[in-house]
């Protein structure tokens, strides 16, 4: 079902820990200024049930039943799961209410006073009559504000779901592990609770790089990090202690796009892929050094992802902006084999991002430059029968939709059995993979922008319970994914765009970069829950930013087209140069390094910024 049956306009999951000496007389002023407004709540919602959403019911923790849960939830201070429901309007911040009246006050004190100094007489005219344009202008003022925030109830309810219930409490399970009942689950049970997400917060900084960090991989053991960026090098960081232990030249002649560990190569072999359409192997020693970096496979155009066999150390696949996906098996003399064409009837479609499905590790998935999911299964690949293609997905409102829609990312649950694909300039979706060839999305998270880079998109927890997402705004968004409610907001980059999110693979925390030089760290630490502090005016803004490039879209066509001219005129050359180009390096016949920037994709589908 791509929309809840039951529509809510509480839009996002915040804490229910209040404090309990708040005025009284705030409160009162919090209720009348949203009187009004749509109340809802998620008693006030209809009530869906885990049958009819399609999704695994949850079960109730120590034997809770639904009647006394609510009960519970407000006495029992053993949990560290808020499970309150907050409107955008209310945005977490009730014990500051008072003092953003007066804010708002004395700003309309100062547009009042600009306005009556742009009228003919300036400050001095003191009259009835404009003293009523004022109040007008405040009305209209007023009315506007009122509607953007329908708008925007009306635009996020629509496909909300109620929070579920706490499904882990702090003391309860601090008490079973100490007598040794389900120890073994406590971790994954932690990892995939609401009430740290709501509590991560940013630990440190890595800092080494000189350009921006394009990749962030955890090794198996989640002891080690590896990151890339535009300064064309690779670190190896002890993150625990924040030291960088190795670093080395991968090899690439631009920036780095991804950086990766085989699995079950003991931390020795590093993938690794960038714009100049190579796909690299480094080889690093016990020693802290890197013993070699070597080339494996050449795309014609910028490889911006790889995808791991969870279980080979050898073999993993790439995928370019030339429409190819390779498998790679470096026990090979010629290691890269070309599995498939990606094409939408005769025409190519540029790829940025492919994922192997964990459970079934000969089907992968790949997106790029148009609207569609594509699976493939690596032991029937026929390029006759459509195209190879064993199914594909897409939200029924962008199959026709004329907008140059592109997937900028994709990945799979820990089971395999659903996807999750970020939209440019849209939403992200979530797929269930097992569904039939053309079935629409699931669910539909929305929020954030996606617009200047090539950004990421991440499943949380350690059975996939939230989705992960950067933004133009410099922020990170996490949903809960059964409900699509935001349920934790942080500002991350300062540059201004946050593209990289990775989840440690055991421990509840994540690193994630961006724009900035640096690498963040984010663990749950913070005293209470996140209040969503200011989220209703990013995401405002967000909608705004996306609604106006969706009026200039009609222009899109002129400057795609000036874009095209100007990068025909700059690539000129002599044949001769050309030639003699080719020659000199043989090692580079299979394609120009820098070929990658003579292919189609326009100027707005870049990972980075210049650095």
């Known amino acids: 079902m791509a929309e809840a049956d039951g529509k809510s306009t509480v839009l996002n999951g915040g804490s229910e820990e209040n404090n309990p000496g708040e005025d009284q007389h705030k409160e009162r002023d919090a209720s009348e200024s949203k009187e009004g407004q749509t109340q809802s709540s998620s008693q006030d919602a209809p009530k869906e049930t885990a049958e009819a959403s399609g999704d695994k019911p949850m079960p109730d923790v120590e034997g809770e039943t639904g009647t006394n849960r ?7 201070t053993d949990s560290m799961d808020g499970s309150g429901l907050y409107s955008l309007t209310e945005d977490g911040e009730r014990e500051s209410e008072g003092g953003r009246r007066e804010k708002a006050k004395e700003k309309d004190g100062d547009q009042r006073a600009a306005r009556k100094r742009n009228r ?7 009259s009835s009559s404009s003293d009523e344009d004022d109040d007008e202008d405040e009305e209209e003022e007023q009315k506007d504000d009122e509607d953007d925030d329908e708008a925007m109830e009306a635009w996020l309810g629509a ?11 702090a003391v309860p399970s601090l008490r079973s592990r100490e007598i040794g009942r389900d120890s073994h689950q406590f971790v994954r049970r932690v990892c995939g609770a609401r009430g740290l997400v709501q509590r991560l917060e940013l630990q440190g900084r890595l800092e080494r790089h000189t350009g921006c960090v394009n990749t962030l991989h955890f090794n198996p053991s989640g002891t080690r990090l590896a990151s890339g960026s535009d300064d064309l090098r690779v670190v190896i960081w002890d ?6 232990e190795l670093e080395f ?13 085989l699995p079950h190569s003991g931390d020795s072999t590093l993938a690794m892929c960038a714009r100049d359409g190579q796909i690299r192997v480094a080889e690093l ?10 080339r494996v496979a050449q795309h014609k155009g910028a490889a911006h992802k790889l995808a791991l066999e969870p279980d080979s150390p050898c073999s993993f696949l790439s995928a370019g902006e030339d429409a190819v996906v390779f498998g790679i098996d470096l026990r090979l003399d010629r290691p890269a084999n070309k599995l498939v064409v990606v094409k939408e009837g005769d025409k190519k479609v540029g790829l940025y991002t492919i994922f192997v499905n964990p459970a079934k590790t000969h089907h992968f998935a790949v997106g790029g430059r148009d609207q569609y999911v594509r699976i493939y299964d690596q032991r029937k690949i026929n390029e006759n029968d459509n195209n190879g293609v064993l199914k594909k997905f897409c939200p029924s409102h962008l199959v026709s939709s004329e907008s140059k829609t592109n997937i900028t990312c994709l990945v799979y649950s820990h089971d395999g059995t659903e996807l999750l694909a970020s939209y440019n300039d849209e939403d992200i979706y979530l797929f269930d993979s097992n569904h039939s060839d053309g079935a629409d999305y699931r669910r539909r998270y929305k ?13 949380y927890g350690p059975c996939s319970e939230f989705v992960v997402s950067g933004s133009d705004c410099g922020h990170i968004y996490l949903w809960d994914k059964y409900s699509a409610r935001i349920i934790q907001f942080m500002e991350g980059d300062r540059g201004g765009v946050v593209n990289c999110l990775e989840p440690h693979p055991h421990l509840p925390g994540m690193a994630t970069s961006g724009l900035d030089h640096d690498i963040k760290l984010w663990a749950p630490t913070a005293e209470s829950p996140t209040g969503l502090k200011g989220l209703k005016e990013v995401m405002k803004k967000n909608k705004r930013e996306r609604d106006e490039d969706s009026v200039r879209h009609g222009d899109q066509y002129d400057t795609q087209l000036l874009w095209f001219l100007m990068r025909h005129m700059r690539n000129r050359r002599p044949p001769r140069a050309r030639r003699e180009g080719a020659d000199a390096d043989t090692d580079e016949s299979w394609s120009s390094p820098d070929s990658s920037d003579e292919e189609e994709g326009g100027p707005d589908h870049v990972q980075c910024m210049s650095s």
């Open 285 to 294: 020693s016990a020693t802290q050094r890197c013993k070699n970096t070597k």
């Open 159 to 169: 496909e909300l779901r109620d929070l579920r219930g706490p499904v882990w409490r």
């Open 447 to 459: 929020g954030h922008r996606n617009n200047a880079t090539v950004k990421g998109v991440n499943f």
């Open 70 to 76: 609510e009960v519970e939830e407000d006495e029992d």
């Open 249 to 261: 030249d991968s090899g690439h002649k631009s920036n780095v796009f991804q950086a990766k560990f």
């Open 120 to 126: 003919p007489g300036g400050g001095n005219n003191h």
């Open 239 to 244: 993150w625990a202690i924040r030291r960088a």
